[in-house]
């Protein structure tokens, strides 16, 4: 099974990945992690990315394209993949078909973007031992207290409410599209995802299994 995920920032891809990834037991791919991987090896794509990077440009769509049909060529590939984070914009869909790699399905997990940002800008994070909470769904005993050792409550800036819209403005104008692309080639499933985490989890697996 070779798969692409998508979805907004907050709705709960890497938990999905992680469930796929146990179920049938394929490698989730995150552009991120395999282009270090590459850079830090020293192939001759990585080298090339590696120079784009050190001037603090962007590695050109064809680079990183190239490094992840290198990566899945190795043997963990063979009964699949997930690819999560890429691609990210219409070019690099195109250039992923253009150089041959195959996929059976793309998942869309669909949260609102009210709920999204009701889910992130809700989360806490103890400032001395790190465990999170939720202003509604997980509460300390508290309010502000960690519950495991006292510590102050924060919210990271990643969590503020503008920051979470600014991701998701984001992910509208550049990925978003890449479901329309998708669709016309008639590899798209769409997930709607719930409140909770194992109500999404049946809901991915009979769409994957349909």
């Known amino acids: 099974m070779k798969l692409i995920l998508l979805g907004s920032p907050g709705a709960g891809k890497g938990t999905q ?3 796929i990834v146990d179920r049938y037991e394929i490698p989730a791919i995150s552009t991120g992690n395999i282009l270090r991987a590459a850079v830090k090896d020293g192939t001759q794509l990585g080298l090339k990315a590696k120079s ?4 603090g440009q962007l590695v050109p769509d064809e680079i990183i394209v ?25 070019p690099q869909a195109q250039a992923l078909e253009d150089m041959g790699v195959e996929i ?23 400032s001395k031992c790190a465990n999170s909470y939720h202003l509604e769904y997980k509460k300390p005993k508290v309010d502000g207290v960690c519950d495991a ?10 969590d503020a409410p503008e920051t979470v819209q600014a991701r998701l403005a984001e992910y509208h104008e550049m990925t978003e599209p890449l479901k329309d692309f998708y669709k016309k080639l008639g590899k798209l499933v769409i997930v709607e995802g719930q409140e909770e985490v194992a109500d999404t989890t049946a809901l991915v697996f009979a769409a994957l299994e349909d």
């Open 149 to 158: 050792c006292g510590g102050e409550l924060i919210q990271r800036k990643d």
């Open 104 to 126: 059976d399905k793309i998942l869309d997990i669909e949260v609102s973007d009210e709920a999204i940002t009701k889910r992130m800008s809700g989360r806490r994070v103890c």
């Open 52 to 55: 784009y990077m050190d001037a």
């Open 66 to 90: 190239g490094i992840i049909k290198d990566r899945l060529k190795e043997d963990d590939c063979k009964k699949g993949f997930i690819l999560d984070g890429f691609p990210r914009t219409i």
């Open 17 to 19: 990945a992680e469930k």
